[in-house]
């Protein structure tokens, strides 16, 4: 037994193993015994990490101190992080259908896509704001538009979710100022033009293909209905007073503009008063705080709804936000045991002896850095810095090397499942079953990932 267990918490191959089993018992108990994926993320978890050789301290802490247990800080990670945006990002898409705002913006982009390219409108809508803001932002800012979308067009709400998070999930892998290819340029010492360019060549390819063409033919195969907690209707006073479109754009675009203008900020301008005011309310904490708080006086006060209808509308919007953070921390939990337990180490130790080709092995480590832990950003640092020590010869252009980091993008996005904390977050918000997630969303990440290295490949070929 206890040479099995040496082999099981050491070698690849029992690792591997372990992962399996976990993630295999931990869908068993979601889909076929019905158990709460919050409490089945958690008791797998748990089981994971102890016959993986995580010890009681490490996994719970102490009477005296647990602030370090795995327990705690795999909830903590992530929850800190979106917690507040989350809540932010619920009461402003709560203020901008009740203002009628969403319905107003919803109805522009259809005037200048047709009803028929509404999902093409939902998609262009995710990769343009997706670029400056984080890919969890993006979805609790604009979620409220695939809501509206799907009740006003009657048909699933994949169909026009789908193509959104496409666009949002393309520009968080590929383009700057998102963190996973701004730390692959500082490794392998890329300019961060020749990222963009490559992520625009690599990017929207996948972005069409796993959005637009997976996108809408499973969305007309997946039937998933609006929850009834997520529709908020206009009120009777703001109908015939909906806002202007220019006050609607101004509420959503300013925490885009906030934040983008923190990232570039923090890059080009020197220290000093400006540039802290801008990191300051580039937060996105403090920058939805401030759409919010805008939402309320431009589409709600100045829309004839009082104080009190604000405050009645935050706390209904808000009740659903409790079982997402359970999920969402749960899951972030399950993918900081696993990344304990040695398998992401493991996978990518034997995947860098494999003996491939350069952007090939690229690829391939960062699909197994991903599978393993969940995390795009964590398998493309991870990837990078593998890869890193074999690209100090200079015998790579500029070119090769962003198309190197292209490689490590498409793999860090490959097959989302149940230890990525942006599955649950999906599952939850859109009305999935995990079931229905699994067949939607994650192979919408893998088909991104599969052509999105195609692309770079086909350009490591031309330019090399």
């Known amino acids: 037994m206890d040479g099995f267990l040496s082999w099981l918490r050491h070698d690849t191959a029992g690792l591997l193993l372990l992962a399996g089993v976990g993630i295999a018992l931990l869908l068993f108990l979601i889909i076929k015994v019905k158990v709460e994926p919050f409490i089945a993320l958690v008791g797998t978890g748990v089981l994971v990490a102890l016959v993986g050789g995580v010890t009681v301290e490490q996994l719970v802490g102490s009477p005296i101190k647990s602030s370090d247990a795995l327990i705690e800080k795999g909830f903590a990670g992530i929850l800190g992080h979106i917690t507040l945006i989350i809540g932010l990002g619920t009461v402003l898409g709560a203020i901008l259908e009740r203002s009628g705002g969403a319905e107003v913006l919803l109805g522009r982009l259809v005037k200048v896509f047709g009803e028929k390219g509404t999902p093409l409108a939902m998609g262009i809508t995710g990769f343009v704001l997706g670029i400056p803001v984080f890919f969890d932002i993006g979805i609790f800012v604009l979620a409220p538009l695939v809501y509206v979308a799907a009740v006003r067009g009657g048909k699933s709400l994949v169909l026009y979710a789908l193509p959104l998070l496409a666009g949002l999930s393309v520009t968080h892998a590929f383009l700057p100022p998102h963190p996973g290819p701004v730390a692959a340029a500082g490794l392998f010492h890329v300019e961060l033009g020749w990222i963009i360019i490559m992520g625009l060549a690599c990017g929207i390819p ?36 909906e806002p202007h479109i220019g006050v609607v754009a101004l509420t959503i675009g300013l925490p885009m503009v906030l934040i983008l203008g923190a990232t570039f900020g923090n890059v080009f301008l020197p220290a000093g008063g400006f540039r802290d005011v801008l990191i300051f309310f580039g937060n996105p904490a403090i920058a939805l705080t401030v759409a919010v708080l805008l939402a309320m006086w431009l589409l709600g006060i100045r829309n004839g709804m009082t104080s009190k209808d604000l405050s009645e509308l935050s706390s209904s919007s808000l009740r659903p936000v409790g079982m997402i953070l359970l999920v969402v921390g749960s899951g972030a939990f399950f993918g900081a045991v696993l990344a304990a337990t040695g398998v992401g180490k493991a996978v990518a130790t034997s995947l860098s002896e494999a003996g491939l080709p350069l952007i090939v092995s690229a690829y391939v480590i960062a699909c197994g850095m991903r599978i393993a832990q969940g995390s795009a950003t964590v398998a493309i640092v991870t990837t990078g810095g593998i890869l890193a020590p074999a690209l100090t010869s200079g015998q790579y252009s500029q070119p090769q090397l962003a198309l190197l980091v292209m490689a490590i993008s498409s793999g860090s996005i490959i097959a989302s499942h149940v230890n990525d904390g942006g599955f649950w977050i999906i599952s939850k918000y859109f009305n999935m079953s995990v079931k229905d997630t699994l067949k939607t969303w994650t192979v919408l990440e893998t088909v991104l990932s599969v052509v999105g290295f195609g692309m770079a490949s086909l350009l490591w070929v031309l330019v090399s």
């Open 206 to 241: 996948a972005w069409f293909v796993s959005g637009m063409l997976w996108g809408t033919w499973i969305g007309k195969r997946v039937m998933v209905d609006v929850p009834e907690d997520r529709i908020v209707p206009e009120s009777e006073e703001a109908k015939g007073r």
